[in-house]
């Protein structure tokens, strides 16, 4: 009795990471995450997430309340005590450990790659070589532990180490391969659009119309909030032809540019600082950042992107009013007459970074980063934000929310967003 | 029927963590980790989490089938269509939606600290105050979703929402002290000592005679790594007499400074930039920064700590090799006969930085954070820092593993704990 092959019915995976460690916090699982995205871009729907510790009765329950058609399993395949899962797994099935010489062959030939001669292998590591008798081995290239895949009553089990490249590797290599094959999926076409500007809730209210509209199109959509940023993700599962569904998608996401076009920056896993620098990249321009309440933050973000060093000439963290005084050109009576936190300190700050580096554009930030300092006209949280660039400088004034980390976190987007605008005009259309 | 209380017996708990985002991968569930961590140091153990997605019935389902004596959920509390939990806890407690008013409250003073008028508030958020009737509100002072509470049979439930931030406050603030309240689980003693300068491996080598005596005295030993630090958690439970376990706990500690004195820079939550700034605070004197390949990262860290402006002047971001000699008075023959990356120009880019910016100290750091610039001679990775201060200045040299991230991660996390050693005496017994 294998599994249903090519149904057409949905095909659902559940994970089962196996693991003392996990459950206490001491080893975050992203092990689920990762399977997750595999399967979803396999046509798999992922519908459960277990996480048990090394414990034989409660992986049997496990086993034995699985109701996916797919069950896959991480951990507890090392070679100590606590390591149970292999045991464990012979019992659900009835079968028993016997020695697999593919197994031991690729245990061999891992630790001859390591410069260690074939006899002065460990017992504890051809232990490794053990696998139940009824499962299928798939090969694991970067370590000791095989994975290994059972099929009963229509449903497919696979084992497989914890660590995430060996697992990475063995689904890559054989399971998503294996699964397709067995299951044929349907097809799932998303996009996911990044904005930034304006909170989940607004948001939902602009957009509420228009996805009203989306249930009847057999499209899903999704809101996927992170401190000052918003993902939307389009999606739909594609019948027999997968180019309707592409057209489908692609039409309500045309849709969504007309709507929100000031608020999306970017397609995919794109970040705002990527998209910043693209754009830099292709005017040929250079970037300079003045920082005060953001302290260094703002650079990191760009930073963080490879090759920046082509568009971020560099930056001062004017943290002290001496900073901004002698590295930035503000006069000392500016600062007494405005307090540092103000629209003409701001202004000056950007200018005077973008003088002293040379560079075409420029951004700074001067607030009140908390928890202390903020007064009843001042309150925590409130960040002013110019950007100095060719046609001069602009600024504004938000209050952000939140703890001292998330305020220099938004303020920072917020930064990035104001740069954005200016670099980019906004199109109601989408990018082809 | 409330739970048992102080019964003296084991006390479980579960997490279920609920979001379609979270099984397809798009978001990482860090949630259920911090939370295994917290409960068992309050004594509680983990024993389960589940992940499930937006839907009504299966969240049912794992309400029905939840065997520990609290089930801790988060996420699905958001305004939008896709966010269900609060109804699906309705049909489950057999309870109904109602306005509370304390919660009301709680998300019009949220939006009135932003600036907004109680009366701009919009009706979606104010959706966010109405909670099932039978619930005991948990206040949440960082965002619009109450924390709820709920007992049914002995068990506790506890909703809260998915956004880190969040959940924690609500835990921290309500949810631990109310369980240790209800519960009275068993005393957890524990010191939590923070390393850097050695990874996990060679210190649990170095460790291994020590670690062996432990369980003799019945105490436990976990490695908590994260790129660039170690942090070794040495922990017993507590009998009739907690006095006893601390001292217990304390001889070991101990030991344990006598072993490894130059690599534990604190204890608890401290992190390195919160002890360098500890203590540039008691000695009165201030720091500066000239950063190149860690881009404002090392910036950011010092500033992410609450009243920095006591001893952070600022900094200088040099990218570009005009920003190096034009800021940092760095030559430009220099740069040429050495290159950017080299003990020369991090020397006197710290010296340059402490100059300019009057400071006492001052930490440069050069290399090459890739993923590309990589040479047979210097690898991506490889890293001078600078440090220098009232006695001169001294330089090392690393080569960081890992992506452009980690080793800018691990090089700022190099660059503090050289100025630590320079600030701070290494001393081979605990500070009392």
Redesign the interface.
Known sequence: MGPARGTGKEVTAECLCIGDE?????????N???????L?LSGIR????????DDKE?ILEALR?ARADIVLMTGGLGPTKDDITKRTLCEFFGTRLVRNAEAEACVISLFTKMGRKAHEVKPADLAQAMLPESCTMLPNKLGTASGMWFERDGRVYVSMPGVPYEMMGIMQNSVLPRLRDLFHPPTIVHR?LQTTGMG???L??RLEEW?NNLAMEGIH??????PGLV?L?VSTYAGADPTEAVARVDRQVALLYGLIPELIYGEGRQQLEEVIGGQLKELGQTLA?A?SCT??????L???I????AY?????????N??KM??LGIASDMLELNGAVSRPVAERMAEGVRK???SDWAIATTGV????GGTAEM?V?TVWIAVAGPNGVTSSKG?F??????V?RRSAIAALNMLRKELIPVRATAAE
């Open positions: 996990l459950l206490i916090g001491q080893t975050l699982d992203t689920s995450a990762w399977m997750g995205q595999e979803g992922p519908v459960l997430t277990r996480i048990v510790g409660v309340t996911t989940e809730t607004l939902a209210e996805e959509l999704a809101y996927l909030p992170s993902k993700r950042l920082e302290g260094g933050y703002l650079s990191h760009i930073t963080s490879p090759g920046s060093s971020y000439i560099g930056g001062v963290v004017s943290y002290a001496a900073v002698e590295e002293a580096l040379k980063a908390g928890p202390d309150p949280g209050v929310m939140g703890t001292r980390d998330l220099i």
